[in-house]
């Protein structure tokens, strides 16, 4: 069955960064859109950022308004993994982060077919 392992979550400072992993297997990775969304407690699950799989012309990403410039997704397909890198993380961005898989980038943003578990984000002042 699919499945998607998020890592690298942790604690860190206001102003620093980090790389989130996701491990996906059970599904023909280079073929799927991956995403990542992000959960505050009591909140809705957010849309952060996707990626689209590889076409002969390269991939598509797609980012929420939000995170634009601050986050960026990226993909391996020989690894079957996805990442997310988060700079100048603030507070706000305390939250349990997760990726996401669907056949197309547009899916993936509203609509995806397989969930990981979340890695949880903490950011302190």
């Known amino acids: 069955q699919v499945q998607l392992v998020e890592s690298g979550g942790g604690s860190v400072q206001a102003g620093g960064s980090l790389r989130l992993s996701c491990e996906a297997s059970?599904?023909?990775?280079?073929?799927?859109?991956m995403g990542w969304f992000r959960q505050i407690s009591g909140k809705e699950r957010e849309f952060l950022g996707g990626?689209?799989?590889?076409?002969?012309?390269?991939?598509?990403?797609d980012y929420a308004a939000s995170v634009k410039g601050r986050f960026t997704v990226s993909r391996d397909d020989s690894k079957s993994m996805a990442y997310l890198e988060m700079n100048s993380l603030t507070p706000d961005d305390t939250a349990t982060y997760f990726c996401?898989?669907?056949?197309?980038?547009?899916?993936?943003?509203?609509?995806?077919?397989?969930w990981g578990q979340g890695t949880q984000v903490a950011v302190s002042s």
């Open positions: 990626i689209s799989g590889k076409h002969w012309w390269g991939t598509t990403t």
């Open positions: 059970g599904l023909t990775f280079e073929n799927y859109a």
């Open positions: 996401a898989a669907a056949r197309t980038i547009v899916v993936v943003r509203s609509a995806p077919a397989y």
